[in-house]
């Protein structure tokens, strides 16, 4: 059993920056593909970016690629989202996410997640 939990959330003026963190605790941290996801108000859950297991394959959403980059530190346990030239458009719960993986691949799927954080906000005002 994994324990995800994210930090970093917060208000912040477009084109500003924001740094999540999510740690992990249970299980085998580095054998665990990861994922940030967002959902805002009235819409679906959708996939930010993933990191394989080794942190080699990594996969952006074309709304954040350019801006946002994903990294893990497997032996603090913990995946990062450091998010730039923030847009109103942004603005989200920001979900942490962990499948096992066999291989280094990625997911952008919310289906083949078995582990989730309880999210953080991020606000950015125009």
């Known amino acids: 059993q994994v324990q995800l939990v994210e930090s970093g959330g917060g208000l912040v003026q477009a084109g500003g920056s924001v740094r999540l963190s999510c740690v992990a605790s249970?299980?085998?941290?580095?054998?665990?593909?990861m994922g940030w996801f967002r959902q805002a108000p009235g819409k679906e859950r959708e996939f930010v970016a993933a990191?394989?297991?080794?942190?080699?394959?990594?996969g952006y959403a074309d709304s954040v690629k350019g801006r946002f980059t994903i990294s893990r530190d497997n032996a603090k346990r913990t995946l990062s989202l450091q998010m730039n030239s923030l847009k109103p458009e942004d603005t989200a719960v920001y979900y942490c996410?962990?499948?096992?993986?066999?291989?280094?691949?990625?997911?952008?799927?919310?289906?083949?997640?078995?582990?989730w954080g309880q999210g953080t906000q991020v606000t950015v005002s125009s």
């Open positions: 990191v394989g297991w080794l942190p080699i394959t990594i």
């Open positions: 249970g299980g085998t941290f580095s054998t665990y593909a």
């Open positions: 996410a962990a499948v096992p993986r066999t291989s280094g691949g990625i997911s952008r799927s919310t289906r083949d997640y078995n582990y």
